[in-house]
């Protein structure tokens, strides 16, 4: 198993039970459509719809999902918010204004934490969403047990539905799988150049410079190689890459290829 498959498998090995979302009263389909999509980015999968405006099921809706189908095929729909909430523990009412409801208010950063301690114990978690014109009101928001508010700028706090969606389903990922990548470099697939291999572009960079004369004035040249050299180390190039840059300096030298020359052979045999 090569190393990015194995760190794959590391990044979908979430213990936590994964919290559900809530939508208050969407209007738009393609709003619930986005707002899936965000979840599927980030492992959520359970969407649950409080008294959709148009109706369910929404073909805009699965159009905006972007492939999002297993989110979008196990949507619930439900007649109130008591309902939608009525089998979890623990619930998060997202709000960009303050309210004078008196609740713990979180960041989503903490609210993922949190949310993550009690999915580790098997707990049913959510976070309730609004309307897309005014949010939630008062009575909905006392039903939740903390506010989730992002930090946002005050004067242009209005998100739309499936930006905060996608804001706290990352949260929660980021948290739930302690910052796992999908991939990173895998050194063993791109290993390092030798320093062998680094001196010999090097020399052969310089080279292709001395006979373009371009340390000018000669004296200057040692500084301008150290450099040169010193912007190459910096790149800590692979050793695919150091193959790449004496492929470019040989062009640039306007070397003859072996194919231009064997042709030019045998144009001048006939």
Request: charged share 30%.
């Amino acid at each position: 198993m090569s190393k990015n498959a194995k760190i794959r498998d590391e990044a979908r090995a979430i213990t936590a039970k994964p919290p559900a979302v809530i939508l208050c009263e969407p209007q738009l389909g393609e709003n619930i459509g986005t707002a899936a999509r965000a979840m599927a980015n980030f492992g959520l999968v359970d969407l649950r719809i409080v008294n959709p405006r148009d109706g369910w099921p929404s073909e805009k809706a699965r159009a905006a999902a972007s492939r999002a189908d297993h989110v979008i095929d196990k949507v619930q729909v439900f007649d109130s918010v008591e309902a939608a909430i009525a089998d979890l523990q623990f619930v998060f009412a997202t709000t960009a204004r303050s309210r004078e409801v008196p609740k713990p208010v979180r960041g989503p950063d903490e609210a993922a934490k949190k949310a993550v301690e009690l999915g580790e114990t098997g707990s049913a978690t959510g976070y309730l969403f609004g309307r897309e014109r005014w949010g939630l009101n008062n009575e909905e928001v006392a039903l939740a047990d903390e506010i989730v508010t992002l930090p946002v700028d005050p004067d242009f706090a209005s998100l739309n539905i499936a930006q905060a969606v996608l804001v706290c389903s990352y949260e929660w990922r980021k948290t739930a799988s302690s910052g796992a990548l999908p991939f990173i470099l895998d050194e063993e697939e791109h290993p390092p150049a030798k320093k062998e291999d680094v001196l010999r572009l090097f020399e052969h960079l310089e080279g292709a410079l001395d006979k373009a004369t371009f340390f000018r004035p000669p004296e200057r040249r040692p500084h301008m190689v150290r450099t040169l050299r010193n912007i190459f180390q910096k790149a800590e190039l692979t050793e695919q890459e150091v193959r790449a840059l004496r492929g470019v300096v040989a062009s640039l030298e306007k070397r003859e290829t072996r194919a231009r020359k064997e042709k030019a052979e045998k144009n001048s045999d006939s």
